[in-house]
């Protein structure tokens, strides 16, 4: 199973901006996209953005124009810049991966409250 490490997640006012980070470890597997999905209290998980290894992206409707998603290949590590933070935003962060092995991390909390 590849293991996955998020970082980046915190408290944030609405306008604001966070960077998350997710690095992927584990010798044995072929990477062929990251991304991440979130899930709010009370809400079913959906996929926000999601970059394959030659860089096309896709994002969710709503993050269109606000989030970035960008990825090193070398250090098998995702980022998701995220600005013009709203309170719709508040969800557990959660890396993607999909390849030899696919999965998710453990989360990374992202909170927008003035």
């Known amino acids: 199973q590849v293991h996955l490490v998020e970082s980046g997640g915190g408290l944030v006012q609405p306008g604001g901006s966070l960077r998350l980070s997710c690095a992927a470890s584990?010798?044995?597997?072929?990477?062929?996209?990251m991304g991440w999905d979130r899930q709010a209290p009370g809400k079913q998980r959906e996929l926000v953005a999601i970059?394959?290894?030659?860089?096309?992206?896709n994002y969710l409707d709503s993050v269109k124009g606000r989030f970035s998603i960008s990825i090193d290949n070398d250090k098998n590590t995702v980022y998701l810049q995220m600005n013009r933070l709203k309170p719709e935003d508040t969800a557990v962060y959660y890396c993607r991966f999909w390849g030899g092995s696919s999965g998710w991390g453990q989360g990374t909390q992202v909170t927008v409250s003035s």
């Open positions: 584990g010798s044995a597997f072929n990477m062929n996209a």
């Open positions: 970059i394959n290894t030659v860089g096309n992206t």
